[in-house]
């Protein structure tokens, strides 16, 4: 089980930060959607959380219909990281002997040195950093600097509107995700230990967003953002975005009661009723740290004149002495590798009862089952796949670990279901797909029975007939 102190750090997580943190646990890839108006926010949103509280590099593509496979090829990659110098050793290699080494080779010390006589430049070897004499072979010389110098593949990669590249991108991203590699002209390049792949889709839910159908069904989980009101918390702290509701006065003070804290919303849609949710936190402004300190100088004088009118002996100090104020408490969480390393390790071994296989096992024929899901799906399947199955049993395992439990509940595999199959599921388009047509069904009334019917209500009606384990 996780310490207090991690699930700390996880439960003050946003919904995105969640999702990002649940893919790197199981090692998976998401597709997470938005408004299409806010695409380019939730990238830059996306980013701040892989940078702040991942620790991890990032790279955005912007896709397109004209999208082309070198240019999504070049996107993944980020300029090198370049190692700083060691403090160990500061001293350059001189090319060239002391004196003390040339006297003593001319005295009978041997070797090339000897036969000179004189000064000739010594070449370090690229590996080593041992003098090599200028005949001796350089091992190596070639191919350690010009690898390091490479660029790479970033550790987090948002693809903007992936669903408008072609089809040949998008498969391109599938085989990225397979095999952990991608192929250029002039190299190949291997995806990172820490390696996820995020598609961001503009669409109105979350069942909206999609990709190519084989892409669609490797992806890990998919969620909604509603920019409105989960908004983008790391990328307003960024930005110093203030709220315009607020009345400034000459100075650029704030004037209003209720802007005294600064409260950054962290409601988090995945763990809605399960624990992952907090209150939130405030921190003060500038303007109350001010008068806390100017009121803590005024005590600290006070105090200090009443014991030097007291006492004879101690000298009044010529200024008073401000206590240092403790340093402020990190706006947002930090999980580093070791920490998600833990969080895999607990999810892998998190116990999943008969009583809970089962009923994973009715939810999953329910959905195959339910009118409104297309079983042919135009040639793509209904949606319900071994993969997802596959999805729904190791993200169950992964929100245990995340809630402190050595042991799936239903709760929590009823939650995985909503993330799983979302975006997979092939709603019927018409009512003459639906199953009960070929019996006679009156069309009207399947138009009328599956109007406004999309995956999440599919979901939501399937979760609400199994009947959920005691």
């Known amino acids: 089980m996780a310490d207090e102190q991690l699930l700390d750090k996880v439960h003050s997580l946003s919904d995105l930060g969640l999702a990002v943190l649940l893919c790197l646990v199981a090692r998976e890839h998401c597709l997470i959607s938005t408004e299409p108006d806010s695409v380019?926010?939730?990238?830059?949103?996306?980013?701040?959380?892989?940078?702040?509280?991942?620790?991890?590099?990032?790279?955005?593509?912007?896709?397109?219909?004209?999208?082309?496979?070198?240019?999504?090829?070049?996107?993944?990659?980020?300029?090198?990281?370049?190692?700083?110098?060691?403090?160990?050793?500061?001293?350059?290699?001189?090319?060239?002997?002391?004196?003390?080494?040339?006297?003593?080779?001319?005295?009978?010390?041997?070797?090339?040195?000897?036969?000179?006589?004189?000064?000739?430049?010594?070449?370090?070897?690229?590996?080593?950093?041992?003098?090599?004499?200028?005949?001796?072979?350089?091992?190596?010389?070639?191919?350690?600097?010009?690898?390091?110098?490479?660029?790479?593949?970033?550790?987090?990669?948002?693809?903007?509107?992936?669903?408008?590249?072609?089809?040949a991108v998008q498969i391109q991203a599938l085989e990225l995700l397979r095999t952990r590699r991608i192929f250029t002209r002039t190299s190949v390049q291997t995806a990172p230990k820490q390696f996820l792949f995020i598609a961001l889709v503009g669409a109105p839910s979350s069942g909206q967003a999609r990709v190519t159908p084989h892409l669609n069904d490797f992806l890990y989980l998919s969620h909604w953002h509603d920019p409105d009101e989960d908004g983008f918390p790391y990328l307003d702290e960024e930005l110093g975005r203030q709220n315009p509701d607020d009345e400034l006065d000459d100075d650029g003070a704030s004037t209003t009661s209720s802007t005294s804290v600064v409260k950054v919303k962290r409601h988090s849609s995945l763990g809605t009723g399960l624990g992952l949710t907090t209150a939130e936190p405030s921190w003060p402004t500038r303007n109350n740290s001010n008068n806390n300190n100017n009121n803590a100088?005024?005590?600290?004088?006070?105090?200090?004149?009443?014991?030097?009118?007291?006492?004879?002996?101690?000298?009044?100090?010529?200024?008073?002495?401000?206590?240092?104020?403790?340093a402020p408490a990190p706006a947002f969480p930090s999980l580093t590798e070791a920490d998600i390393s833990h969080l895999s390790q607990l999810?892998?071994?998190?116990?999943?009862?008969?009583?809970?296989?089962?009923?994973?096992?009715?939810?999953?024929?329910?959905?195959?089952?339910?009118?409104?899901?297309?079983?042919?799906?135009?040639?793509?399947?209904?949606?319900?796949?071994?993969?997802?199955?596959?999805?729904?049993?190791?993200?169950?395992?992964?929100?245990?670990?995340?809630?402190?439990?050595?042991?799936?509940?239903?709760?929590?595999?009823?939650?995985?279901?909503?993330?799983?199959y979302p975006h997979r599921l092939r709603v019927v388009d018409s009512p003459a797909r639906e199953r009960s047509a070929q019996w006679g069904s009156e069309p009207v009334a399947l138009a009328a029975l599956l109007e406004g019917v999309g995956p999440e209500q599919v979901v939501e009606d399937v979760l609400g007939m199994v009947a959920v384990p005691g």
Do not use: W
């Open 347 to 420: 999810s892998q071994t998190a116990y999943t009862s008969i009583d809970v296989l089962r009923y994973q096992a009715n939810i999953i024929t329910f959905l195959r089952l339910h009118r409104a899901v297309d079983a042919a799906g135009n040639g793509s399947g209904s949606g319900v796949t071994p993969t997802a199955t596959r999805h729904l049993a190791s993200l169950s395992r992964a929100l245990a670990a995340l809630h402190g439990l050595a042991y799936v509940t239903p709760a929590l595999v009823a939650l995985a279901a909503r993330k799983v």
């Open 297 to 326: 100088n005024s005590n600290t004088v006070n105090n200090s004149t009443s014991s030097s009118s007291t006492s004879t002996n101690m000298p009044t100090p010529s200024q008073p002495h401000h206590p240092t104020p403790p």
């Open 40 to 167: 380019d926010e939730l990238a830059e949103e996306l980013r701040l959380i892989a940078s702040k509280t991942f620790n991890l590099n990032s790279a955005i593509i912007s896709c397109h219909a004209h999208t082309t496979l070198d240019e999504f090829a070049t996107g993944l990659l980020v300029p090198p990281v370049r190692a700083p110098p060691s403090p160990s050793n500061t001293r350059s290699v001189s090319p060239y002997h002391p004196r003390r080494e040339q006297s003593h080779s001319s005295m009978g010390g041997g070797g090339p040195a000897s036969a000179s006589g004189s000064y000739f430049p010594i070449n370090p070897s690229p590996r080593t950093g041992v003098p090599v004499s200028p005949g001796t072979p350089s091992i190596g010389a070639s191919g350690s600097s010009s690898q390091t110098s490479q660029p790479r593949i970033a550790n987090v990669i948002l693809a903007k509107d992936l669903n408008r590249a072609p089809r």
